[in-house]
């Protein structure tokens, strides 16, 4: 069973940034297409971010233009670069594939507030 291990997140002022990390415990990290993931309380948890094998990316509107996500395969790391935070990207973060083959991991507390 793979493991999907997060970091990086923590209590950031409005307009700060993070960078989130996620590592999975497989060998064949490279052939899946990743994702970010954020819940929100009371919300259901939505996809914010991908990554194709060889780099392409796509985003929410919601965090375009301020969230810039990455890979490194030989790490079997996925990487959430967040800029110019704001209030409502408070959530728990995750990362897995983009069709959520693995379990989840216990996330990563993102909180936005001054």
């Known amino acids: 069973q793979v493991q999907l291990v997060e970091s990086g997140g923590g209590l950031v002022q409005p307009g700060g940034s993070l960078r989130l990390s996620c590592t999975a415990s497989?060998?064949?990290?490279?052939?899946?297409?990743m994702g970010w993931y954020r819940q929100a309380p009371g919300k259901q948890r939505e996809l914010v971010a991908s990554?194709?094998?060889?780099?392409?990316?796509n985003y929410a509107d919601s965090v375009q233009g301020r969230f810039t996500i990455s890979r490194d395969n030989a790490k079997k790391t996925v990487y959430l670069q967040m800029n110019s935070l704001k209030p409502e990207d408070t959530a728990v973060y995750y990362c897995?594939?983009?069709?959520?083959?693995?379990?989840w991991g216990q996330g990563t507390q993102v909180t936005v507030s001054s």
């Open positions: 497989t060998n064949i990290f490279s052939i899946f297409v």
């Open positions: 897995n594939t983009v069709q959520q083959n693995w379990t």
């Open positions: 990554i194709g094998r060889v780099g392409s990316t």
